[in-house]
Each structure stands twice: as C-alpha cells, then as structure tokens.
Antibody, heavy 118, light 110 residues
Framework: QVQLVESGGGVVQPGRSLRVSCAAS????????MHWVRQAPGKGLEWVAF????????DYADSVRGRFTISRDNSKNTLYLQMNSLRAEDAAVYFC???????????WGQGTLVLVSS | QSALTQPASVSGSPGQSVTVSCTGT?????????VSWYQQHPGKVPKLIIF???KRPSGISTRFSGSKSGNTASLTISGLQAEDEADYYC??????????FGGGTKLTVL
C-alpha cells in the first residue's frame, strides 16, 4: 500500500534552517509529482511547494518562495524540503502528498511538526 | 496563490443534508474544473473525498457529492452520520503547479 513517512521536524530558532524528508513506498515514486502542504496548529491547510516526477519543474507558495527549496532523490524514493530563514509563522505540521488525478492530493503522510522558537 | 472562502461552520442533524460552499475567483474555481475536497478528523491526516469538482475516489461514500457554479464550488453531504463530523477543506488549481485551499469548515452533527 502507499506509504509516505515524513521525518526531520523539530524545534528551530528563528532565522535558522531545517530539512524535512518524506520517504515514499508502495507506488512508483519516480513517475509521481509530489507536494508539501502545511498546517499551523489549529489552522487550515496551506499548499507549500510542488516538484514534478523528474525534478524539472517546481513551484512555491509566495509565502515561502526564495526561502524554501523542494527536491527529490528518485533513487531513494525520497522527497525533501529545505527550509531556510525560518520564521515564527512557518511553525506547522508539514505533510508530503502525492499529486493525484486532476490536481488533487490523493495520498498524504502523517506529517512532521516544525516549531520555530527562540 | 489564492485563498478560497468557506463558511467557518455548518451543522445538521443525522439523516439531513448539508452543503459547504467554497468561493473563489475567475482565476481559480471559475477558470478550472480542478476542485477537490478533503475531510480531516481531529488529529488525523486529510483524506481526499472529491476531485475534479464532482468525482469520488474509490471507496468514498456516494453520500458525498460535489458541484460548481461560476466561481463557487459546493460539497453536499447527504444522510448525515455522526462519523461525518470533521473539518472539510476545498482546494483549487490556480495555475502552473500551485494550489489554493479554503480556510476550512467545521461540520457539527447535532
């Protein structure tokens, strides 16, 4: 079955960096577009970033563009999100999600919590 | 990216039908038939229940249906059950690879 397992979350000081990962299994990762979506505590969902199956195309939410970088290693079936210059408002559970039919998110990981605090 | 507008809460009694609206603009919902809906129970992961405005993934109850008119999409849940109590989010494609979510609607089953 499809599994997406995020890791790498934790507490980080404002202005510092953190990289979260998403290990995929149960489907052909190398032909699947992938997203990061976040959810601040008690708040709604916010799309963060996308990467195409081959890494050739990527896109970002305005709120993170220039600070966050999405990447992938198809040989390891793993998606990454490098987060630099972190701000308090970046604190959230970060989910990876597969790009599904008609621009939907058809499978989600359990999420990894990122807290930004001094 | 756009933020879509949803009511903060809706409610209904068991067996009734409720509709959750999702209002966007002519640049997102009005332009693309690429609206999806997600159900999220407290502490759980979002679950896809509707894609491409009105299509259900395998295994999703026929009690869930979607529609769109102009810049507004809607999710209707018929025959309300206690297990339907959850947060519901709409999402629209907005161009390139970006997406916009609604703020979420809390459904209470009375």
């Amino acid at each position: 079955q499809v599994q997406l397992v995020e890791s790498g979350g934790g507490v980080v000081q404002p202005g510092r960096s953190l990289r979260v990962s998403c290990a995929a299994s149960g489907f052909p990762f190398s032909v699947s577009g992938m997203h990061w979506v976040r959810q601040a505590p008690g708040k709604g969902l916010e799309w963060v970033a996308f990467m195409s199956y081959d890494g050739d195309n990527e896109d970002y939410a305005d709120s993170v563009r220039g600070r966050f970088t999405i990447s992938r290693d198809n040989s390891k079936n793993t998606l990454y999100l490098q987060m630099n210059s972190l701000r308090a408002e970046d604190a959230a559970v970060y989910f990876c999600a597969r790009d599904g039919l008609s621009s939907s998110f058809d499978y989600w990981g359990q999420g990894t919590l990122v807290l930004v605090s001094s | 990216q756009s933020a879509l507008t949803q009511p903060a809460s809706v409610s209904g009694s068991p067996g009734q039908s409720v509709t959750v609206s999702c209002t966007g603009t002519s640049s997102d919902i009005g332009k693309y038939n690429l609206v999806s809906w997600y159900q999220q129970h407290p502490g759980k992961v979002p679950k896809l229940i509707i894609f491409e405005v009105n299509k259900r993934p395998s295994g999703i109850s026929t009690r869930f249906s979607g529609s769109k008119s102009g810049n507004t999409a809607s999710l209707t849940i018929s025959g309300l059950q206690a297990e339907d109590e959850a947060d519901y989010y709409c999402c629209s494609y907005t161009g390139r690879a970006s997406r916009g979510f609604g703020g979420g609607t809390k459904l209470t089953v009375l």
